[in-house]
Structure formats: structure tokens, C-alpha cells
């Protein structure tokens, strides 16, 4: 039985509030920090689109990707822009992103690590939820991609890398569409379901069960903002939040788009950026699809929540700090429209709520999974960009492993912050 350790876990967002249930199980004792409620609208595991695709293993930059810059320079309202105000401090971000994605065989070496931190991720958030009490929350019945034709799927790098990382699925002709999708605008022909990846039925509602897990299991939480790490020598003595010290014998920085600050403060600067998205929820819509689905043109999830019906996604650029571009969320709303034309483009506005927060990505699009170098009682779990809902389950169970000195369950070498370092 490895030592049981007191963990002071940073970030109580879906990676975590995985962490803790996962270190808890290990015996340790754990102190979740979060200034916010856990599973609160300023958390990006609020307002994602739910999906659990495990098959999202690909990363955001591909080959050719520079040509598109100007482009994202120019069009504030693109599925990416990025806001030319925070250009300067974005490019160190930037050339890494575009060098991460300059061949097919990086693009590769990312996906074959993703798969790895992705496989059967379905399963384990339905066993995460069935222990917190939610099973109803996380379904496994597969997503649907959707397409102008069939040749926007065949020209896609990503499809032919998924294949050769062991992503399969059913190819869908135009009328096998309109089957399974009869009120799906009939401009999209070609269809791709995979299987294999589920949803989550409510993200926020599903991270505030799984931190009442963790608090019934006997977590405690402290509502405070953390603003330092303090080390004697290479050992940690205590996270420091705004509101005092907290003695502990480790601690995970789990704090998403929000971590960049505490690794800076112990000597390591991370590559951190946040890709700033949307999301548009209709309350009690007249239509929408029957099954989760993705539209390639609008690079958006449109995706059945308790609370309505969902389109999420696209990508800003523009820091922390900047003051939300609500025509984006406006963008997805029309796009809404456009993809479901019987849904009526007079829905009251009390009826369609809109969300704005923070992916917290590396340029690589693969999370940051290991010790600080200042001292491996320190466990980065962050960076997880585009699919930290599905990455949290495995990334929690790996956090564990780490605190409790045991081998990891996947080769975390892809994810080592090291990589940046
Ligand atoms: C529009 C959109 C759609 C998405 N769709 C999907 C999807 O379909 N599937 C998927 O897998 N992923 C999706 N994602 C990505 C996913 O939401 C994130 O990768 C994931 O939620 C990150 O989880 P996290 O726990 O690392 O961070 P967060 O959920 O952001 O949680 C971080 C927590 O840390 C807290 N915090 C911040 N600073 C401090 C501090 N100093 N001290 C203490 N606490 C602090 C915050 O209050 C917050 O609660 C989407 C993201 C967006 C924006």
C-alpha cells in the first residue's frame, strides 16, 4: 500500500474532480481549491459541447494550416480568428501550434498518444457516473460527423490518420442521412457515425455530481483562489491561496486555462493558451438532430442537453482577459438555424442562452501530464484543449498513479511538460 498523502488538488473542473475521486481511492486525503462552484459557468467543463469522443485525436494544427493565418487575422466571426490586439504574446503560442502540426507524421505521433489517453474514455466516465449516482448523464450510443459531400471526408487528413490509430465507423450515404436525420438541412450528402464515442447528457451538472462524490468519499473543499506553491527544497509544504496557506504534502494543478501562472512561479514556463469558445442553448427547441453530430463546415457540436439543445465550439484567440465577441455565439446560433431549417429563427430570446469560456491548450494539443521539475510531490493535469471532458476520466486515474509513485497505466513521455521545457 503505497503512503497516504495529504493532496491539495488546484482546479475542481472535470480533471479536477476526476483527480480527487482517483486519489481518494488511493487512499490519500484530499483538499479540492476552487475559488468557483465546481462545475460553475467559469469552468470550460461547464460549457463544452459534451462530447466523449474518444476518437478526437487529432490535434487542432494539421499541415497547410499557416496558409489559413491571414485568413484568421482578418475574420473576427471565422470558426478561428484571432483577435490582432493579443497577436504578440500569442505567436510564441502560435509557431509552436502551426510547427506541432507541419506533417502528417507529427500529427501522427499526437494522435497515436491521444488515443491512448482517450481509449474506452466512454466507459469509464458511464462507471465515474454510475458511482456519483448519474448514470443517466453519460450515454454510449455513438456521434454522428456530417458533410457537404463526401469528398470534404475524403480529403480530410484526420479520417486517414483516426483509421491507421484504429478509429472506426460507418460511412452514411445521403439517404441513409436523411433517415436517421430527417429534419438535417439536405445540403449535407455524407455522413460518418462512430460507434465507439458517447456524450454527457449535462457537463456542469456531471462535474458538481462528481464533486459531491468526492466530498460524501471525504474530500473537503476549500472555496479560495491559489495563488503560489510553497517548497522547502524539493519538498511541498503548502499551496497558498488568497485567503491563506494550506499545509499539504502534494498538490495536482488542475486549474485549466488557469494554470500557466502557478507553474511560471515554480520555474516552469508552459506554453498555456487559452482557445476561447462558445456556446449557443436553445430552451425546448422544436427540432434538432436525433443523434449528437458534428457539421465540418461550421466546425460545431450540436448536442442534446438536459437544459436544451446545444451548438459549441470554434476557436478565439485573444488571452484571458479580453471581453467576450458575443457575434461569435450569434455565428453558432445562425449556423443552428441553417443546419435545422425547421427550427424557427423567431425563438424569443428568453429561450436561447449563450456561454463564453477558456480550452485550456498546448500548442500540441495534447494535455500536460507529469511532475514539476521542482519537485514530484507537484502533478500537472492541464492543457487538455479540445477534449478535456473525455480526457479527464483516464487523466485522473494517471494523476493517482503519479501521487502514489506507481507506473503509470499509459506511457505519459507524449504528455510530459518536459516536452516544453
Ligand atoms: C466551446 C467548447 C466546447 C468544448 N467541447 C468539448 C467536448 O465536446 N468534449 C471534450 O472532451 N472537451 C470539450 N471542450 C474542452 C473541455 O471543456 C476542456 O478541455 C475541459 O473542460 C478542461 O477541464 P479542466 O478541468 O482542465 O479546466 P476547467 O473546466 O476550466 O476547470 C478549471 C477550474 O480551475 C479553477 N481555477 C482557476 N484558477 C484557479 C486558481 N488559481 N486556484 C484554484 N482554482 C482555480 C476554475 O475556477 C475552474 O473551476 C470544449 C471546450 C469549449 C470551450
Known sequence: MPQSRHVAIIGAGAVGVISAI??????????????????????????????????????????????KVPGYLMDPLGPLAIRWSYLPKALPWLIKY??????EARVETTAVALRDLLKDAPLLHRKLAEEAGVPELIERNGVMHVFPSRGNFDNDLGWRVRKRVGVDWLELSADEMRQREPDLHPRYT?????EEAGR??????????LAQHALASGA??????AIGLNLSGNKLVAVLTETGEIACDAAVIAAGAHSKRLTASIGDPLPLETERGYHVMIENPETGPRSSMMASD??????????????????????????????????????????????????????????????????DGRPCIGYARASRDIVYAFGHGHVGLVGSARTGRLVAQLLSGKPPEI???????????
Open 298 to 363: 461550421a466546425k460545431m457540436v450540436v448536442n442534446w442537453t438536459d437544459k436544451g439543445l446545444r451548438a459549441a465550439g470554434t476557436v478565439e484567440i485573444a488571452g484571458l482577459e479580453a471581453e467576450p465577441n458575443w457575434k461569435r455565439a450569434e455565428i453558432l446560433r445562425n449556423n443552428l438555424f441553417s443546419m435545422f431549417p425547421k427550427l424557427p429563427t423567431d425563438i424569443p430570446a428568453s429561450r436561447i442562452k449563450t456561454w463564453f469560456g477558456h480550452r485550456p491548450s498546448m500548442p
Open 22 to 67: 482517483e486519489a481518494l481511492r488511493e487512499g490519500h486525503r484530499v483538499t479540492l481549491i476552487d475559488p468557483g462552484e465546481p462545475g460553475g459557468e467559469q469552468a470550460a467543463s461547464y460549457g463544452n459541447a459534451g462530447w466523449l469522443s474518444s476518437h478526437s485525436v487529432i490535434p487542432p494544427a494539421e499541415p497547410g494550416v499557416w496558409k
Open 411 to 421: 506511457p505519459l513521455a507524449p504528455f510530459s511538460p518536459d516536452r516544453f521545457l
Open 200 to 209: 454527457c447528457r449535462d457537463p456542469g451538472a456531471y462535474v458538481a455530481a
Open 98 to 103: 502551426l510547427l506541432s502540426g507541419w506533417t
Open 220 to 225: 473537503t473543499l476549500v472555496r479560495a483562489k
Open 190 to 194: 455524407f455522413g460518418v457515425v462512430v
